[in-house]
């Protein structure tokens, strides 16, 4: 069930280009709307760790760790095919495609779904 109660017109397709970001107040909560590899993210800026505003966190690559037969760390790599956002506040990390706490999966963020009609940015 969406934290949206209805479709809200919340920006253009213009306002999230170049890795910008709409923050809109929707049914009195602060979302936040990026774009990231052609595709629309909305969630609601609150962490759930701290309730710092997580979506004025940069965007990062998850990190591995490439391990030897031993299972000793020789190297520490970005992982592109799995993008976060980290809380601005603490540092927690949170998965875009799902909003889940990468190091604690009982938090998550609240998902909004955005979609383009045209130029116009909805969410509902």
């Known amino acids: 069930m969406s ?4 479709r809200t ?11 910008k970001r ?15 590899r052609g595709r629309l993210y ?7 760790h701290m309730g710092g505003p997580v979506c ?15 299972g000793a760390v020789i190297e520490e790599r ?4 799995e993008w976060r956002i980290v809380c601005p506040w603490h540092g ?3 998965k875009i495609e799902d909003g889940v706490c990468a190091a604690d999966p009982k938090y998550r963020l609240r998902r909004i779904e955005a979609n ?7 969410v509902s």
Do not use: T, W
Request: aromatic content about 10%; hydrophobic content about 40%; charged content about 30%.
């Open 92 to 94: 927690v990390e949170f």
């Open 9 to 19: 017109r919340v920006g253009v397709r213009a306002e999230v280009a170049d890795n």
């Open 56 to 70: 004025e966190g940069k965007l990062a690559p998850r990190v591995e760790a490439v391990l030897d037969s031993d």
């Open 42 to 48: 909305g969630f609601e800026n609150l962490c759930p």
């Open 3 to 6: 934290i949206v109660s209805q």
């Open 78 to 81: 970005f992982d592109k095919n």
């Open 116 to 122: 383009y009609d045209g130029d116009d940015i909805y």
């Open 22 to 36: 709409i923050m809109a107040h929707v049914d009195g909560r602060e979302i936040v709307v990026f774009e990231h």
